[in-house]
């Protein structure tokens, strides 16, 4: 079986998943409408929505106790589906449940949205592939997570639940000042409690010696993400984002990769998105060679944006995306393996770690 074209494939196709709709985490500024689990101790973040599934060839059943993937009826493997944490039970002395300060991600990761309102949204700016605020709507989270919740359930997933780091995200601010001071005593708090690696996900829209003061608060790695460098696809797809250039983006990215380190700065790379692959690939390029990990993640469309019926590049397209950054990454001496916490470290949104052995 090869695996990683099982996971291209997947997270192309999508999976028909029948009955187990209380494993999807719908909403959200991360893998939201999606579902996830392993195979072979390979993490997979798959769609699940009904515009890819309802014509994907892949399903998971149930059997007995244990859980199988088919394609086209065909078994192919059995599959296993991360333990509901035991975080999910508690809530804090005020009564907030615990999974609506902080959600598990997969492979032994806890994520955040620190501020789940995005000033790009009050403008209609906001990146057209986003769900960040959706999240409210529903009920499911809260708005703004404190530093001491957010180090309750930090040191409570670390003891109870074997959680190895925290992705801590946010929505974009007209106050960066106020949001890195937010930020940082977050890191701060949760430091003090757990000790715990935490990866910080900001914009470059501020003062650049943020960079510096989150990681002394803190953090471990830091993503800077830029979603895209294609011009056509940043002035249509990510309105506001594209009132920082890239410029700005590489002038944060040199600093991040200053204080972090090479390797423990990263940058999303979104394809099916009407990019060109020659964007992709010297994007890629110049990042490697800055010390910044390209994380590239497929399209997942969320149900009720402007992306929502939109696929991602075909599987073959994308595996010779794979093959050609994986070896930017070996040509610069980068690598998962090697990143503290955060994304890249947990790999499931993309198949690129799973490249990384190619010659």
């Avoid at 890819?52 to 296993?80: G, N, R």
Wanted: overall charge neutral; hydrophobic content about 35%; glycine content about 6%.
């Amino acid at each position: 079986m090869d695996t990683k074209k099982l996971k291209v494939d997947l997270q192309f196709y999508g999976v028909k998943i029948g009955n187990l709709q209380e494993k999807i985490r719908a909403t959200g500024a991360g893998p939201a409408s999606n579902i996830t689990f392993s195979i072979e101790e390979i993490p997979i973040n798959a769609p699940v929505t009904e515009f890819l599934t309802e014509s994907s060839p892949y399903e998971i059943k149930k059997d007995s106790e244990i859980f199988k993937l088919f394609k086209s009826d065909e078994y192919i493997t059995d599959i296993l589906f991360p333990k509901t944490p035991n975080f999910y039970n508690q809530k804090t002395a005020k009564g907030v449940p615990y999974y609506k300060i902080a959600l598990f991600h997969g492979c032994k990761c806890i994520a955040t949205t620190v501020f789940q309102k995005c000033d790009l949204w009050r403008e209609g700016l906001q990146c057209k592939f986003c769900a960040i605020e959706f999240s409210l709507e529903n009920n499911s989270t809260i708005p703004v997570k404190s530093p001491e919740d957010l180090a309750e359930v930090a040191w409570y997933a670390k003891t109870y639940d074997d959680i190895s780091f925290f992705t801590l995200t946010t929505g974009s601010s007209k106050n960066p000042e106020g949001l890195t001071k937010h930020l940082c005593n977050c890191i701060k708090a949760i430091k003090i409690k757990s000790g715990i690696p935490i990866h910080i996900q900001v914009s470059p829209n501020g003062n650049i010696k943020s960079i510096k003061d989150l990681y002394d608060a803190g953090a471990d790695t830091i993503g800077i993400h830029i979603e895209s460098f294609d011009k056509k696809v940043r002035s249509e797809i990510l309105p506001g984002k594209n009132r920082i250039d890239i410029e700005t983006y590489k002038i944060f990215w040199k600093e991040a990769v200053n204080v972090f380190g090479r390797n423990q700065v990263s940058s999303f790379i979104v394809t099916g998105i009407g990019e060109s692959t020659d964007s992709i690939l010297e994007g890629s390029k110049m990042l490697c060679e800055m010390g910044v990990y390209p994380y590239i993640v497929p399209l997942h469309p969320v149900p009720n944006t402007p992306l929502s019926f939109k696929r991602s590049i075909d599987p073959d397209k994308l595996t010779e995306i794979y093959e050609s950054v994986s070896r930017l990454l070996k040509e610069n001496n980068l690598s998962w393996q090697n990143s503290l916490a955060g994304c890249v470290r947990c790999r499931s949104c993309s198949a690129l770690p799973e490249f990384e052995d190619i010659t």
